[in-house]
């Protein structure tokens, strides 16, 4: 990717589609068409979003669509919650488009169930993907307020305004804000080399891309902050180590501080080390995947 990665954004409520999705099997929900392709262009922005009725992931690897289709909407797995599998899942690229034209856009941008079940049966379908869970004991990170008075930091600001799905936006359908002021009011985030911004957001994602997105935690991040609702974020750090960075990358923020320091100094939180159960994803069988 071009060093940005997409945020994601949970829904509140369970989707409930409408009678072309419910009239499938609960078990076995499939796209209306799809298509995987090997992707031949080189180094991109890995990016999936569902908008319009179609999902389109480019230059993404089958653990991303992996992690994607078998976590939750608010909380993908990470790459370390998939175990098993040869090394080719992390490092081929794909491109995938697929419509399922009866599954409405979530208005916090993220992917609705009905889309993480029928993604669920396209990888088993062209990977012959096959799979357990299994719960391990793991080290793992707590997102926590990091000031006994409770104050947040100049970058974490409480969101007060309602988000609207980008298809909707695009075409100017917020009646009462207008068109304008809907582009400021879609959700979602991007993380790149020593920068995190999000809308919309809550503490649940926040931890989700830090342990998904951000080299160097490299943990489960659960949230303990105790804060409801939703937040705006604006995080920056500095990159300057080797295994934060690509080959081509150079340091990015030089004058920012650390992570672990930006976190407590502009948004007061902080992360607290310890073990817990995860929930791990394990590879029982998988192959290239079949032609469209």
Not at 233 to 238: I, K, S
Request: charged share 20%; proline share 7%; net charge neutral.
């Amino acid at each position: 990717m071009n060093s940005h990665l997409s945020l994601t954004i949970p829904t509140v409520t369970l989707l409930v589609c409408t009678t072309g999705v419910l009239a499938q099997d609960p078990q076995h929900l499939v796209f209306d068409v799809a298509s995987i392709k090997q992707n031949v262009a080189g180094s991109a922005s890995m990016r999936s979003t569902f908008q319009g009725r179609r999902f389109t992931a480019n230059y993404v690897t089958l653990k991303a669509l992996m992690g994607t289709a078998y976590g939750m909407p608010e909380r993908p797995l990470a790459d370390y919650q998939i175990a098993g599998g040869p090394a080719w899942i992390a490092s081929d690229r794909f491109d995938l488009v697929a419509t399922a034209p009866d599954v409405p856009d979530s208005s916090r941008g993220t992917f609705p169930e009905a889309v993480l079940a029928m993604l669920r049966s396209l990888l088993e379908e062209r990977f012959h993907l096959r799979t357990h869970d299994e719960t391990r004991e793991l080290s793992q990170l707590a997102l926590v307020l990091a000031r006994s008075d409770g104050t947040l930091g100049p970058g974490l600001r409480r969101r007060s305004v309602e988000c609207v799905s980008a298809s909707s936006a695009a075409i100017g359908r917020d009646s009462v804000f207008g068109p304008t002021a809907a582009l400021r009011r879609i959700c979602g985030g991007r993380v790149g080399p020593g920068s995190l911004t999000a809308t919309g957001a809550t503490m649940t994602n926040l931890a989700s891309g830090l342990a998904r997105f951000v080299p160097g935690v490299d943990r489960v991040v659960v949230d303990r902050t105790g804060l409801a609702g939703t937040f705006d974020v604006d995080l920056t750090w500095n990159v300057e180590t080797p295994a934060q960075l690509n080959d081509a990358q150079s340091p990015q923020n030089p004058g920012a501080p650390s992570l672990f320091t930006a976190l407590r100094e502009q948004l007061g939180l902080k992360l607290e080390a310890g073990k817990g159960p995860v929930n791990i994803l394990v590879i029982d069988e998988v192959a290239p995947p079949t032609p469209d």
